[in-house]
């Protein structure tokens, strides 16, 4: 697998990315562990991880289990320096997590201090913010969304986080800040602000992105191509529904949705006719549904890395199947004409 500059970070990381979202609830730490080989033998050495992980569902007894079980890796079997480490910082809403509380300069250090202990390691490579203090118009909030007018109060904001990021660098217990559930003011703001102070540039964005949510596609992918700010694409198979295993609105036993039914809001009767008009679309091209979908998102005008996350190491061999996949003309035609007769399917 080649790797890839991320951005204006100076770091080169795999064309896709290892997501440990399952680690820990849905996988165990054996399987888990059988999964970090895999990715190990294929080459996919950029691993994304939070401090809230695992989900499926989201518990306060499991907050952190996805980080320790990479550091118990880590501490197994080496290879530290082999790995470009991604990890988050949560913040506002997600009261499981230091008490949900804004992210802040102080309660970022705090969150990073947490995370290098249980991942067993003296430092992180990509450092994410995994939500906007502000709130955003992700995860189905678009339908409702109000934004918000306190520019000062975000902008100082900005340059506390900024600021304490500028002096963690310097420490060595990071390399790069990212953004993660974003928007294109929120993001252009963070590279203004850099840009202007001499401080630390967000490298990444990591928000969803699938064949079935393109929000991403008109402002969005501006601003990543003439920034180089790539997108780290996450639920690229639309949290499974791409997979083709829930049509007919049928759950399998152990799946996703047998943990969160609405899958957030994403089980919408246009979200199984969107799936059974793209799974048409492969068959027809003689293409596996689940490859397309991620070699979709390495087709955009903008840097997108993938992130892959499965629950079973076959899942994670088969989505692996994509690396060398590349859709031609008349697919990448066909999936846009799908895309305009079923838009925005959630």
């Not at 204006?8 to 440990?20: A, D, H, N, Q, Y």
């Not at 999964?35 to 401090?51: K, P, V």
């Not at 947490?114 to 339908?143: A, C, E, I, K």
Request: glycine share 10%; charged share 20%.
């Amino acid at each position: 697998m080649r790797l890839i500059p991320l951005g204006k970070s100076g770091l080169k990381v795999s064309e896709f990315c290892l997501g440990t979202m399952t680690f820990g609830s849905q996988t165990d730490e054996a399987g888990s562990h059988a999964q970090i080989a895999l990715a190990l033998d294929r080459g996919m050495t950029f691993w994304d991880t939070a401090e809230m992980y695992p989900t499926n569902p989201v518990k306060v007894d499991w907050a952190g289990d996805s980080e320790r079980i990479l550091g118990r890796w880590f501490a197994q079997a080496g290879g530290r320096d082999k790995v470009v480490l991604a990890t988050k910082v949560s913040g506002n809403g997600m009261s499981f997590v230091r008490g949900g509380s804004d992210i802040t300069g102080a309660s970022l250090r705090a969150a990073l201090e947490g995370s290098l202990r249980r991942l067993q390691t003296d430092y992180v490579d990509l450092y994410q913010l995994h939500w906007p203090n502000r709130g955003s118009y992700h995860f189905r909030q678009m339908w409702t969304y109000a934004p918000g007018s306190d520019r000062a109060g975000f902008l100082a904001h900005a340059e506390d986080v900024l600021d304490t990021c500028a002096v963690l660098i310097a420490e060595g217990k990071l390399r790069a800040v990212g953004l993660s559930n974003e928007t294109v003011w929120g993001s252009a703001q963070w590279l203004r602000l850099a840009e202007a102070r001499g401080l630390p540039r967000m490298a990444s964005v990591q928000n969803e992105y699938s064949l079935l949510c393109r929000v991403f596609d008109t402002d969005f992918a501006e601003l990543a191509a003439m920034e180089d700010m790539p997108l780290l694409a996450f639920s690229t198979l639309g949290t499974g529904l791409l997979t083709g295993k829930y049509q007919g609105d049928v759950t399998p036993a152990g799946s996703r949705r047998s943990f969160t039914p609405g899958l957030g809001g994403r089980t919408t009767p246009r979200a199984f006719a969107a799936v059974a008009a793209y799974h048409d679309l492969a068959r027809r091209h003689g293409l596996d549904p689940v490859q397309m979908a991620i070699a979709f998102c390495r087709s955009r005008a903008f840097r997108c890395i993938p992130i892959l996350g499965a629950t079973t190491v076959a899942q994670l061999e088969r989505q692996l199947g994509a690396a060398d996949l590349r859709l031609s003309a008349d697919v990448l035609r066909e999936i846009d004409a799908v895309h305009r007769d079923q838009p925005l399917p959630y």
